[in-house]
Structures are given as structure tokens and as C-alpha cells.
């Protein structure tokens, strides 16, 4: 929510060129060498920023639909990561049975 409420203070990579990449909707990151530097909020904010799907991105300048938007990819996911879990752990108790 940090970058949401603060977009005034970061950078497109489309204000910085204006050529169409599939990333011009993400904010520039600035190059950076401490790890202090990149633990803290401001970098922190972007690369998680940037790591959202599109359509979370595109709905920003709406806080409140971001959230929403935000809220609902996270459940899938969570639910999607379940999924994964579940399946594998039926894998290792199939492969232990058959031993």
C-alpha cells in the first residue's frame, strides 16, 4: 500500500523511455548496492510492486479497487499454493506405498 499511496514520489519505466516494453508499467528501480538500501520500504516497495500481475497494476490509481483487485489475487494464490502442497504430498504417499 506503500507505493499505492506514495505513486507521487516513484518513477515509470515509461517516463524514463519511450519505447513500448511489456514492462512500462512497472516502476523503475533504482541501482543500488546496500543491502540496507534494499531491505528498506522504498526499494522493497517496487520490486514487490513490480512482481504483481498487470491487472493489479493497471487499477492503482484507485486505492480501493487496488485493494480489492490485491485481496482477491492473494486468496487465489494462497489457495493455488494449497493446491501444489496437497499434490505433492499425495506424490510422496503414493511413492512411499509402492516401496
Known sequence: MFVVKHKDIFTLNIELHKINTRHKLDLHVPSV??????????????????????????????TNKFKHELKKFLI????????????????????????
Not at 78 to 98: D, G, Q, W
Open 76 to 99: 487465489k494464490t494462497r489457495f493455488i499454493l494449497l493446491k501444489n502442497i496437497l499434490i505433492e504430498m499425495l506424490h510422496m504417499i503414493l511413492v512411499f506405498s509402492n516401496n
Open 33 to 62: 548496492n546496500l543491502t540496507k538500501v534494499q531491505k528498506g520500504v522504498y526499494y522493497s516497495g517496487i520490486t514487490l510492486f513490480n512482481s504483481l500481475p498487470l491487472g493489479i497494476k493497471t487499477v492503482a490509481h484507485n
